[in-house]
């Protein structure tokens, strides 16, 4: 028998594999507003496991002046990042995209069903804000962040050394005031959050093992490169009103894996009164009067037809993520009319979507390749009439990779 099910398998392999938990200090201030930028180290000289990173914070809003007088910050514990930026070794890994928190907010909204935002309320202090009416002043609250965009996701090499990248920072920029919600306030100088006693805690591993360590070794001394593929992102953004509306934007990468996009009423995007049980900012719309959207990537379409943005949307982004036969959940959209006033959005897909990376074979790397020229993209919705004021927001998804080589000497490949 030349194959034997795993369920069926009895052998055994020793691998000596010690994990730890440590906690990680910021470098800068322990309390920190809005804009601002917080710094956090990994530890050095050790095998560190990605997936384990969370950042625990306290936010909070000031007491308001009467019981009448409410604000709060958005639900999901992403919302306050703006911008996150990774270095290693004093080099830019990832710049960093504005916008961080809303391309988190869209792929949970394709992504996570409502088993799964239960369960980031519980893990992350997420919890859903009433509207304007009933909106409850908030004081304090601990929230984690568990779940991480780019590098540090781990989704692809999940452990990485710091021992031959260097120092790793992870650097968070915070998000600006603009992302509270109120109702009655008559001072605005209360529309304001804090973040204070905050830490990060990792896992750190250590591998006995002889063999694993020379085998890296025998790489970097043969001058061959340890190559670490990871998802990286760029961010763009422009106003729109009319019948026809363009949002133009350029592309240069090895892999281009997706590229995500959605609208908000550009009103939205002040402080506000909640709306939908979350910032009004996070409320993703159609413009009630589109009817097609289509990307135009140089001289090619995405789909080859403008496709109907009300109706066929929703299962090509579906089918975009590799998702559209699963109907039993991954989305927050509770019918067609609550996707098309909160959680609307697009995804195009361009990577490979199928069976895992067979082991040993390292991540695939296999987006559109727009390397050798910068390629005018252009993201066109056409409408039957000229709708209210919107800010179309637009992510290009991308795997980049890090070629370690001996002495800690970088190469990125964008």
């Known amino acids: 028998m030349s194959f034997r099910p795993r369920g069926m398998s009895y052998g055994l392999t020793r691998f000596p594999f010690e994990r730890r938990t440590v906690r990680i200090e910021p470098q800068t201030a322990n309390t920190a507003g809005a804009n601002d930028i917080i710094i956090f180290r990994l530890p050095e000289n050790c095998l560190v496991d990605l997936q ?42 990832v710049q960093g995209f504005y916008d961080y928190k809303s391309l988190v907010r869209q792929m949970l909204n394709y992504t996570c069903g409502q088993d799964g935002q239960n369960s980031r309320q519980i893990l992350e202090g997420e919890t859903p804000l009433e509207d304007a009416g009933s909106l409850v002043n908030f004081v304090t609250e601990r929230r984690n962040v568990v779940n991480w965009l780019g590098f540090v996701s781990g989704n692809a090499t999940r452990y990485i050394s710091t021992a031959n990248l260097g120092t790793v920072e992870m650097r968070i920029q915070l998000a600006p005031n603009t992302i509270l919600s109120m109702s009655g306030l008559t001072d605005a100088a209360l529309a ?8 990060m805690f990792a896992d750190t591993v250590a591998v006995n093992d002889a063999m694993f360590h020379k085998a890296t070794a025998e790489t970097l001394a043969a001058g061959e490169p340890l190559s670490l593929a990871f998802k990286n992102y760029q961010s763009f953004q422009e106003s729109h009103s009319g019948l026809i ?6 592309v240069n990468s090895a892999s281009v894996d997706r590229i995500w996009t959605t609208s908000v009423l550009t009103a939205n995007l002040a402080i506000g009164v909640p709306a939908n049980g979350d910032w009004k900012g996070f409320n993703f719309a159609a413009q009630a009067d589109r009817t097609t959207l289509q990307l135009q990537l140089d001289s090619e379409f995405y789909p080859n037809f403008p496709i109907d943005a009300q109706s066929d949307l929703f299962t090509y982004s579906r089918k975009s993520l590799g998702n559209m036969r699963d109907v039993l959940g991954g989305v927050l959209a509770s019918d067609r ?52 004021a919107c800010t179309a927001k637009v992510w290009v998804e991308m795997t980049s990779v890090l070629q370690i080589y001996a002495g800690r000497q970088l190469t990125l490949i964008v």
């Open 52 to 93: 384990s990173i969370v950042w625990s914070y306290i936010v909070a809003c000031p007491t308001t002046a009467t019981t009448s007088e409410k604000v709060t910050v958005p639900r999901g514990s992403e919302s306050v990042i703006e911008r996150l930026e990774i270095t290693a070794g004093g080099q830019s890994l």
């Open 192 to 199: 304001k959050y804090t973040l204070s006693g905050f830490y």
């Open 245 to 250: 509306n363009t949002t133009k934007f350029n």
């Open 337 to 388: 009319d609550e996707w098309l006033t909160v959680y609307w959005g697009a995804v195009f897909g361009f990577q490979y979507e199928g069976d895992a990376e067979p082991a040993g074979a390292g991540k695939l790397v296999s987006g559109k390749d727009m390397r050798g020229s910068t390629a005018q993209a252009i993201l066109t919705s056409q409408g039957s009439a000229a709708g209210a």
